[in-house]
C-alpha cells in the first residue's frame, strides 16, 4: 500500500511563528505536492516539487516555501504564520505522468491564534 | 489552462436513490479526469479516472461517470447510494505536460446520504 505520511494531524501555532509541516512517502514518486483547503473553495495548490531540489509554484505560493533536500520527504514552510492560513493541508504524492493518480496524506488541521 | 466546475456544492439524497454529481471542464488539450473522494477527516482516495478509450468509466465503490467530450463534462453516477457514500466528492483535471503534472480540483461537492 502506498503511504503518504504527515508529521502531524493538528496543530496550533502563535501568529507570527515559523512553521514547519512534513510529508514522507514511501513509494519512490518523483512529484509530490502540497496543497491547501478550504470550504467552499475546494483544493488549491500551493507548491509541487518534481525531483529533489526542484519545485515550481501553484496558485497561492505566498507566504510559503518549501523544501526537497530528499526523494521521499517534502516539507512546507510558513515563514511567519499568520490567521488567514488556519486550514486544513493535504501532501500528495505520484509518478510522472498526467495519467497517474495522486496519493494523499491524512491531511494536517493547522489553526494560527 | 485547465479548470474544473462542479455545480452543485451540496446534494442530500435518501439512502438507496441514485445521484449524480456534475462535472464540466474547460481545457484546450486532451485531459485526463479523476474522481476523488473525502470521508470526514481523512485525506482524499480516488474513485475512478478517465485516461483514453471507453467514455464509461467504473471505479470503486459502485461508483461510474461518463466522459462527454462534446459537452466537455464528466459526471459521477451511482445507481443507489448507502449511508456510507456520505462524504465530499471532488473533480479534477490533470494539468498540461512538460514536467507540469499538476491536478486541478473542483470546488467539491458534499453529498449527504440521509435514512
Given at each position: 500500500?502506498?503511504?503518504?505520511?504527515?508529521?502531524?494531524?493538528?496543530?496550533?501555532?502563535?501568529?507570527?511563528?515559523?512553521?514547519?509541516?512534513?510529508?514522507?512517502?514511501?513509494?519512490?514518486?518523483?512529484?509530490?505536492?502540497?496543497?491547501?483547503?478550504?470550504?467552499?473553495?475546494?483544493?488549491?495548490?500551493?507548491?509541487?516539487?518534481?525531483?529533489?531540489?526542484?519545485?515550481?509554484?501553484?496558485?497561492?505560493?505566498?507566504?510559503?516555501s518549501?523544501?526537497?533536500?530528499?526523494?521521499?520527504?517534502?516539507?512546507?514552510?510558513?515563514?511567519?504564520?499568520?490567521?488567514?492560513q488556519?486550514?486544513?493541508?493535504?501532501?500528495?504524492?505520484?509518478?510522472?505522468?498526467?495519467?497517474?493518480?495522486?496519493f494523499?496524506?491524512?491531511?494536517?488541521?493547522?489553526t494560527?491564534? | 489552462?485547465?479548470s474544473v466546475?462542479?455545480?452543485?456544492?451540496?446534494?442530500?439524497?435518501?439512502?438507496?436513490?441514485?445521484?449524480?454529481?456534475?462535472?464540466?471542464?474547460?481545457?484546450?488539450?486532451?485531459?485526463?479526469?479523476?474522481?476523488?473522494?473525502?470521508?470526514?477527516?481523512?485525506?482524499?482516495?480516488?474513485?475512478?479516472?478517465?485516461?483514453?478509450?471507453?467514455?464509461?468509466?467504473?471505479?470503486?465503490?459502485?461508483?461510474?461517470?461518463?466522459?462527454?467530450?462534446?459537452?466537455?463534462?464528466?459526471?459521477?453516477?451511482?445507481?443507489?447510494?448507502?449511508?456510507?457514500?456520505?462524504?465530499?466528492?471532488?473533480?479534477?483535471?490533470?494539468g498540461?505536460?512538460?514536467?507540469?503534472?499538476?491536478?486541478?480540483?473542483?470546488?467539491?461537492?458534499?453529498?449527504?446520504?440521509?435514512?
Open positions: 500500500d502506498v503511504k503518504v505520511t504527515q508529521s502531524s494531524r493538528y496543530l496550533v501555532k502563535r501568529t507570527g511563528e515559523k512553521v514547519f509541516l512534513e510529508c514522507v512517502q514511501d513509494m519512490d514518486h518523483e512529484n509530490m505536492f502540497w496543497y491547501r483547503q478550504d470550504p467552499g473553495l475546494g483544493l488549491r495548490l500551493i507548491y509541487f516539487s518534481y525531483d529533489v531540489k526542484m519545485k515550481e509554484k501553484g496558485d497561492i505560493p505566498e507566504g510559503y518549501v523544501s526537497r533536500e530528499k526523494k521521499e520527504r517534502f516539507s512546507l514552510i510558513l515563514e511567519s504564520a499568520s490567521t488567514n488556519t486550514s486544513m493541508y493535504l501532501c500528495a504524492s505520484s509518478f510522472q505522468g498526467r495519467t497517474t493518480e495522486a494523499f496524506g491524512q491531511g494536517t488541521r493547522l494560527v491564534v | 489552462a485547465q466546475t462542479q455545480l452543485d456544492s451540496q446534494v442530500p439524497v435518501f439512502e438507496e436513490a441514485p445521484v449524480e454529481l456534475r462535472c464540466n471542464y474547460s481545457s484546450s488539450v486532451s485531459v485526463y479526469l479523476f474522481w476523488y473522494v473525502q470521508y470526514p477527516n481523512q485525506g482524499l482516495q480516488l474513485l475512478l479516472k478517465y485516461l483514453s478509450g471507453s467514455t464509461l468509466v467504473k471505479g470503486i465503490n459502485g461508483f461510474e461517470a461518463e466522459f462527454n467530450k462534446s459537452q466537455t463534462s464528466f459526471h459521477l453516477r451511482k445507481p443507489s447510494v448507502h449511508i456510507s457514500d456520505t462524504a465530499e466528492y471532488f473533480c479534477a483535471v490533470s498540461p505536460g512538460g514536467g507540469s503534472e499538476k491536478l486541478v480540483f473542483g470546488k467539491g461537492t458534499k453529498l449527504t446520504v440521509n435514512p
